[in-house]
């Protein structure tokens, strides 16, 4: 049973900075327009002690029983997350590839009452963060696996360059790593109609003018993120300790479920609903992956 069962979101949340409940509240509309405009120039947000602190403990000790749940494989990939073997030009940057060993902890395996089960899942939390995105409302996806997830980085490990498939991701540190473990990206690198190969060839190859941005983040902190456009990874994690991450996917529409291989890919297994789902997947845009 979680510690956090008997705790109401206001209990959790520090809403004196960020009332959920209220959003025409002064506080709420601030915070709301400055993670609007950080997003449109840098595709990115960081709300800061999100969870109160004397509950950040708890925060990680959940997460860190969770861990151990994680599917871990160390596979080769590029950052489009597609066939390395793909058909490609030879100076396409889908030619580049590396090895992730990051591990994923899937939705099934988080219980609904835990601490990010239930941010997830609660109502105020998707209508403040679709607020945040400028967004009327978002969808949790419907995916069984994604959606909710926890992020494990062991040491030695990495996540390394890729775009999210979701467009809005939202993501919160839960356990630090001792040593490496940042969070670096380029922010809007591609849009929804130009993927922009020349740009995101020079950053896998350190030649091109755009240098990625390394983004300090401690446990609680809430992060938004525009994934689908901005490249980004985990550095190597080292030390003794593993770096752990939720991440709280959502959807501009209803009924997003990841397909066979990718599901495959993050989580050694699919579900009937992948199977199902196949080639009929909601998609907002032609990119690459």
């Not at 809403?15 to 209220?22: H, I």
């Not at 190859?205 to 992060?223: I, N, S």
Request: aromatic share 8%.
């Amino acid at each position: 049973m979680s510690t956090l069962q008997a705790i109401t979101l206001d209990q959790v949340v520090d809403t004196d900075n960020y009332p959920l409940s209220d959003p025409g509240h002064t506080e709420t509309r601030a915070v709301v327009a400055r993670a609007r405009r950080e997003l449109a120039e840098v595709g990115c947000t960081v709300l800061p002690d999100f969870i109160r602190p004397s509950l950040q403990e708890v925060l990680r000790q959940e997460c860190a029983a969770l861990a151990p749940d994680a599917y871990f494989d160390v596979e080769t990939v590029n950052v489009y997350n597609i066939d390395v073997d793909a058909d490609l030009p030879d100076d396409h940057p889908g030619r580049r590839t590396f090895e992730r060993g990051n591990a994923f902890v899937a939705r099934d395996r988080i219980p609904s009452d835990t601490l990010i089960g239930r941010l997830y899942a609660h109502e105020s939390f998707q209508r403040f963060v679709a607020d945040c995105f400028g967004l009327p409302r978002l969808y949790e996806l419907a995916d069984p696996l994604s959606g909710l997830v926890l992020n494990v980085v062991r040491p030695g490990m990495e996540h390394p360059w890729h775009f999210d498939t979701n467009e809005y991701t939202v993501s919160m540190l839960t356990q630090e790593a001792r040593e490496g473990g940042s969070f670096e990206y380029c922010p809007n690198i591609r849009s929804a109609e130009d993927e922009r190969f020349d740009d995101v060839r020079g950053v896998l190859d350190g030649t091109g003018a755009r240098q990625p941005e390394r983004l300090p983040l401690r446990p609680g902190d809430l992060q938004l993120f525009k994934g689908r456009y901005s490249l980004h990874r985990v550095s190597p994690v080292r030390g003794d300790r593993a770096r752990h991450s939720a991440i709280f996917a959502y959807s501009e529409r209803p009924g997003v479920i990841g397909s066979v291989s990718r599901t495959r890919q993050l989580f050694g297994r699919v579900l009937p609903e992948h199977l199902a789902a196949e080639g009929r997947a909601v998609r907002g845009d032609q990119l690459l992956d």
